[in-house]
């Protein structure tokens, strides 16, 4: 009788491997890390370092990572390094800028892993290319939400002739634990914690905005990249803490344009650490005045249909900003200039190749 052998069956190769990167903006060491190992460590990440250039973080062995810092930053803009932000998280997209590869998965280092109800350990990065990588249903909202999930489909009711779906753009996730509080609600709430646990993604429908969190994105780059600005923030500017905000709301009206999907819902975070509501206030109290009249703006954005890239639908949007939010107040003028800075600074490190130059992102609507 022929001996048996014990077969070796092989992991199958991480999704995406080589075609994501995971970008983590930073003021210190990266132990966080330690708890994503299983998940991240066949993946290259892109660590953004705000603050002092001369502190050296620490990263655990074993990750593949490049580090840039204030000093790398302007190095490789020179001047155009004015539309990266400052001593804000908001350095974040210079991660996004420098990437070569398709998609982006971002995650702040106070984010640590979650975990189901059943006590299984939530792997957010698997979840959010499954996001990304099945279509978008923006122009009819399916009650039974996202109907290319496991276990779903469109209902009764649904037109046939929109069941194809568009391409995913955006994968916004949640967290459990600490929420994504403004300011005065965490005041009134500073003992409230997400503990809901709800099993569902959905598309944001179509010309309908959303304040889009940056501690759990994930998005495809080659679709949505240059718009993905996360704005003036930190030193030197009069509001904080709306980078994510503003990058959201510029997202939704180019995606909506152009015809591409954005989801929100699962994966779930771990949310660890509650930022101090007072500091939050000094960063955003403009901010919760100036976006009564900035989200009105948004709502009414009209992009012309020679928008056919997003390059093109950004520098549009960033004349609409200078034209009609100067007059909210004279930051939004300098915003606009940094938002032409961005896709200047953005063509430059990623020259269209001849190929790519003559494709649109999407179609406009």
């Not at 009650?143 to 209902?155: C, E, N, S």
């Not at 179509?206 to 940056?214: S, V, Y």
């Not at 300098?334 to 032409?340: F, G, N, P, Q």
Request: hydrophobic share 40%.
């Amino acid at each position: 009788m022929a001996a048996t052998t014990k077969l070796d069956y092989a992991k199958p190769p991480p999704p995406l491997k080589d075609e994501l990167d995971i970008v983590i903006p930073t003021i210190r060491n990266l132990e966080f890390l330690e708890m994503w190992r299983p998940f991240f460590e066949p993946y290259h990440l892109i660590i953004v370092q705000d603050g002092d250039p001369t502190k050296t973080i620490k990263v655990p062995d074993g990750f593949d990572y490049d580090l840039y810092n204030r000093n790398d930053i302007k190095k490789l803009l020179g001047p155009r390094a004015s539309c990266i932000s400052f001593k804000d998280s908001a350095c974040r997209c210079f991660g996004y800028m420098v990437s070569k590869k398709k998609y982006i998965f971002t995650i702040d280092d106070d984010c640590l892993v979650a975990k189901d109800p059943s006590g299984k350990a939530i792997n957010a990065l698997e979840q959010h290319i499954k996001n990304l990588l099945c279509p978008s249903t923006p122009f009819f909202f399916n009650t039974l939400y996202d109907p290319f999930a496991d276990g779903a489909d469109f209902v009764r009711g649904y037109p046939f002739s929109l069941r194809d779906g568009v391409p995913t753009a955006v994968s916004h996730g949640l967290w459990l634990n600490i929420p994504d509080y403004d300011a005065p609600t965490q005041l009134v709430k500073p003992l409230e914690r997400n503990q809901r646990y709800v099993d569902a993604v959905l598309t944001i429908p179509k010309g309908t905005l959303f304040p889009m969190c940056g501690m759990n994105l994930a998005f495809d780059r080659e679709l949505i990249g240059p718009a993905m600005y996360f704005g003036l923030m930190g030193d030197g500017q009069p509001i904080g803490r709306y980078d994510d905000m503003w990058a959201g709301w510029c997202i939704k009206v180019i995606c909506d344009h152009l015809g591409l999907g954005v989801k929100t819902g699962l994966p779930y975070i771990w949310h660890s650490k509650a930022s101090n509501p007072f500091v939050n206030l000094r960063k955003e109290y403009k901010g919760i005045f100036w976006q009564e009249e900035i989200i009105p703006f948004f709502q009414s954005v009209s992009l012309p249909k020679d928008c056919t890239s997003v390059q093109k639908c950004y520098i549009e949007l960033s004349k609409q900003v200078k034209e009609k939010l100067s007059k909210v107040d004279p930051y939004f003028d300098k915003l606009a200039s940094a938002m032409v800075t961005w896709i200047e600074a953005w063509e430059e490190i990623n020259p269209p190749t001849s190929a790519s130059s003559k494709l649109s992102n999407g179609t406009a609507k």
